[in-house]
T-cell receptor, first 112, second 113 residues
């Protein structure tokens, strides 16, 4: 089945550690996105990529890094510089036509 | 003031009720409007997509856009317990500009059997 796969679903991290969240899509979409979701704040865009080997900062990129070496993959690294990393992280993709994006199932990151 | 305002709820209704979910916005340039449904601990899924003003119907769901009032609504007829979820509105001004989608904070709906 076509879709977006995020892993792991749940992740615990100690303060000071970097962690990488995986996102893979088999929808043949050119554009991919990372959002962060916090209670009462809605979805906030971290990074996006509209083509392989190119990505742009979103509204809250500080403390995060990404890469886009393959069309199917867009991993997100949450670095120790991110002050408040505990959140629900959503990966998404779109064909680039129209305005609809499709989401993965999300990854829960908790800093302990 | 946020660009998109959405009542967080929770909204609790009995099974079979008609549900009205709403968003207001301040940017008159918005012309692409979406509704997403998000079950607990899951990713959002696209429910409805409309362009400019007017109504769009899909089964028990109707999306309505009133650009003159900067107000969009999602109506759910004959609501079911399986409709219990958080509903997010999203909108943008430019076609194809999915990097510029603005989301509401979501309304939590509970349909009681």
């Amino acid at each position: 089945d076509g879709g977006i796969t995020q892993s792991p679903k749940y992740l615990f991290r100690k303060e000071g550690q970097n962690v990488t969240l995986s996102c893979e899509q088999n929808l043949n979409h050119d554009a991919m996105y990372w959002y962060r979701q916090d209670p009462g704040q809605g979805l906030r865009l971290i990074y996006y990529s509209q083509i392989v080997n190119d990505f742009q900062k979103g509204d809250i990129a500080e403390g995060y890094s990404v890469s886009r070496e393959k069309k199917e993959s867009f991993p997100l690294t949450v670095t120790s510089a991110q002050k408040n990393p505990t959140a629900f992280y959503l990966c998404a993709s779109s064909s680039g036509q129209g305005n609809t994006i499709y989401f993965g199932e999300g990854s829960w990151l908790t800093v302990v | 003031q946020k660009e998109v305002e959405q009542d967080p709820g929770p909204l609790s209704v009995p099974e079979g009720a008609i549900v009205s979910l709403n968003c207001t916005y301040s940017n008159s340039a918005f012309q692409y409007f979406m509704w997403y449904r998000q079950y607990s601990r899951k990713g959002p899924e696209l429910l409805m997509y409309t362009y400019s003003s007017g109504n769009k119907e899909d089964g028990r769901f109707t999306a309505q856009v009133d650009k003159s009032s900067k107000y969009i609504s999602l109506f759910i007829r004959d609501s079911q317990p399986s409709d219990s979820a958080t509903y997010l509105c999203a909108m943008s001004a430019e076609g194809g500009a999915t990097n510029k989608l603005i989301f509401g904070t979501g309304t939590l709906l509970a349909v009681q059997p």
